[in-house]
């Protein structure tokens, strides 16, 4: 699954402690900076559960149509096409043909 490839959480960014130097960045900038990052995070981690049970349920949608299909892979059969060519035929040309 994709969440085994990241590398870092949310919560990995919010605990992660920089050690600060002589001439190092200013702290505050660097935590406002992070809760950005911890909020995008937050926000595709949800995005990628929400598409991940879409992707679920439509395979799932695509599996019942399969099923439910001919075993020749055609949403319609023949016998579907000539009865519909039948009923077009009564309508258009009436009894005249089946007198």
Partial sequence: MLSDKIKLSAKDILEKDFKTSF????QDEVDKYLDI???DYET???IIEELQQENLRLKKQLD?????????????TN???LK???NLEKHVFGNK???
């Fill in 23 to 26: 001439r190092g960045y200013n």
């Fill in 97 to 99: 043909l089946f007198d």
């Fill in 37 to 39: 990052i911890i909020k």
């Fill in 44 to 46: 595709f981690h949800q």
């Fill in 84 to 86: 519909r060519l039948s």
């Fill in 64 to 76: 019942e149509a399969m099923k439910r299909q001919p075993s020749n892979g055609v949403g319609t």
């Fill in 79 to 81: 016998f579907d096409i």
